[in-house]
C-alpha cells in the first residue's frame, strides 16, 4: 500500500541567511509512505494522514535548519519512528521562494527511507465492565492508534467473559479482546502510555480488581523477558486466562508463551465461559 500526501504547506524559518530566519516563507513538503494495506475498515486498521499531515506542518513550522536536505531527513526519520508499520517513507521538501539570482521554479530536495530495523511486535489484551463496553473497547484501540509509536496490525472479535479474581464481590461480566500491533517505543514507554489511555478514559482504581472502564495489559513484548516492580513480560499469568488466549488465538494461530502454544494451553482451561459476541468493527 502506498499513501501520498502533496502540497503541504506552512510558514517555516529555514535557511542560512538572518533575514529567512528572522522573516521566514513558505515551505511546501510531499510525502510517501509504503505499508501494509488495512486489516480492517477501521481508522485504527491504518496509517491516519491526518496526523500524518499534522506532524508535517509542525515540522515546517517547529525548529528551524539551514539546511532543507536536514529538515526532509527530520521528516522522514519521525514517518518511521512515529509510524512502526511504514516500511518506507520518501520526502520532498519545496523552497519555491529560496534566495537564488536567477529565475526558477522552485527547489526542491527528496530524501528517501527504508527501515534499516523491523519494529517490535506487541499483544494487548483490553477488557471493560462499565459503561457502553464496546464503545470503550473502540475509544482504547483509538487511542492507541492514535499515540505515536504504536501501530496496530490486528484485533481480535469481542468475547464475553466472566471477572477473573474477584473474590466475593459481585460485578459485571466483561467484553474483552485482544489486539497486536508494531511499536517502536520501549516496554516501559509502552506501559506508560498504556496506563495515560486508562486514566484519560476514565479509569480509576478504588481497590483491587475493581470493576473498570477500560484495562489494557502487556501481555507479550517481541522477545522482551522483563521482571521488576513495574513490568513483568510475558504477561505471568496470560498462560492461565482463556479471556486472553482465545481471542489471541483467534488472529495469531501459531502464537505462543514461555508455556507453550496457545492452541495448547487452551485445553487445559474452562472456555465456556468465553463466549464470541461481534467484531468490534
Known amino acids: 500500500m502506498r499513501i501520498e500526501l502533496k502540497g503541504l504547506h506552512a ?24 505499508g501494509p494495506a488495512p486489516w480492517a475498515d477501521a481508522l485504527p486498521a491504518t496509517v491516519d494522514y491526518s496526523q500524518v499531515a499534522n506532524m508535517v506542518v509542525g515540522a515546517i513550522q517547529g525548529t528551524p535548519f539551514d539546511l532543507i536536505e536536514t529538515l526532509a531527513s527530520s521528516i ?12 518506507a517513507a520518501s520526502v520532498k521538501v519545496h523552497k519555491p521562494n529560496a534566495p537564488l539570482k536567477v529565475g526558477f521554479d ?44 504504536i501501530d496496530l496490525t490486528a484485533c481480535s472479535s469481542v468475547y464475553l467473559t466472566n471477572p477473573v479474581d474477584v473474590g466475593e464481590n459481585t460485578q459485571p461480566k466483561y467484553h474483552n479482546l485482544v489486539a ?15 496506563a495515560s489511555i486508562e486514566t484519560r478514559l476514565g479509569r480509576t482504581r478504588p481497590y483491587p480488581h475493581a470493576p473498570r472502564v477500560i484495562d489494557i495489559d502487556i501481555i507479550a513484548m517481541g522477545d522482551a523477558a522483563i521482571n521488576d516492580d513495574e513490568l513483568t513480560l510475558p504477561h505471568p499469568r496470560a498462560w492461565q486466562r482463556a479471556f486472553v488466549l482465545i481471542p489471541w488465538l483467534e488472529i495469531a494461530p501459531h502464537g505462543k508463551l514461555p508455556q507453550g502454544r496457545l492452541q495448547d494451553l487452551i485445553t487445559s482451561l474452562d472456555t465456556g465461559t468465553v463466549v464470541k459476541t461481534s467484531a468490534i468493527w
Open 11 to 34: 510558514k517555516g524559518f529555514h535557511g542560512v541567511r538572518d533575514y529567512e530566519r528572522r522573516d521566514g516563507q513558505e515551505f511546501v513538503v510531499d510525502i510517501a509512505l509504503t
Open 106 to 149: 522552485d527547489v526542491i530536495c527528496q530524501v528517501k527511507r527504508r527501515r534499516k530495523h523491523p519494529a517490535t511486535e506487541f499483544v494487548l489484551s483490553l477488557g471493560t465492565n462499565l459503561g457502553e463496553l464496546d464503545e470503550n473497547l473502540r475509544q482504547g484501540l483509538n487511542a492507541l492508534s492514535a499515540t505515536p509509536g
Open 180 to 194: 497486536m500491533g508494531l511499536t517502536t517505543l520501549e516496554p516501559h514507554e509502552l506501559l506508560r502510555q498504556t
Open 76 to 87: 522522514a526519520e519521525k514517518l518511521l519512528d512515529d509510524w512502526p508499520s511504514v516500511r
